[in-house]
């Protein structure tokens, strides 16, 4: 995922890199830095041109780090919601956006840690709901966490905060 330049910490990090490539004049290593973080040809595009200070800011890096992600790991339905409601706390909390970008912090972790509550807080679904939907098994539970029980458990995951 990360192959030629690594997991950075951080948009200034990343700034950093692209800036040592920008003096080398070294415009394929941008494009290539900008691809492998989720950053739009158009954005290394203005760097490069000089028509932006930096590559990216804070909320773009952790959008970034997100598509990168989010492309290997193929989330769906809910999942795919729930990558939704992370990019939303980065708008929402500017902290969450530094929070994103930081290393050995993933969508595929963020994932698990919603799986687990799931798993942990699976109710029994009504017998007449499970004979409405047509289903033989004996027991049906579920435990999928609603929008604002899975921002909290987003928030913990990504800032350590409950």
């Not at 959008?63 to 999942?79: R, S, T």
């Not at 709901?129 to 047509?134: F, H, L, Q, T, V």
């Amino acid at each position: 995922m990360f192959d030629n330049f690594g997991e950075f910490d951080s948009a200034e990090e990343l700034n950093g890199v692209a800036a040592e490539q920008l003096a080398k004049g070294d415009t394929d290593a941008i494009y290539e830095l900008a691809k492998e973080n989720g950053i739009d040809v158009e954005e290394a595009d203005d760097y490069i041109d000089g028509l932006t200070k930096e590559l990216c800011g804070p909320i773009m890096a952790a959008n970034g780090k997100l598509d990168v992600e989010e492309a290997e790991l193929k989330p769906y339905e809910i999942m795919k919601d729930w990558v939704q409601y992370i990019r939303a706390r980065c708008l929402e909390v500017p902290e969450m956006a530094l929070a994103v970008r930081r290393k050995g912090k993933t969508l595929r972790g963020c994932i698990a840690a919603l799986l687990k509550w799931s798993f942990a807080n699976a109710k029994d679904v009504d017998k007449d709901i499970i004979k409405a939907a047509g289903i033989s098994a004996p027991r049906v539970t579920l435990g999928i966490p609603g929008m604002g029980q899975a921002k909290k458990i987003i928030t913990e995951y990504y800032m350590g905060v409950k």
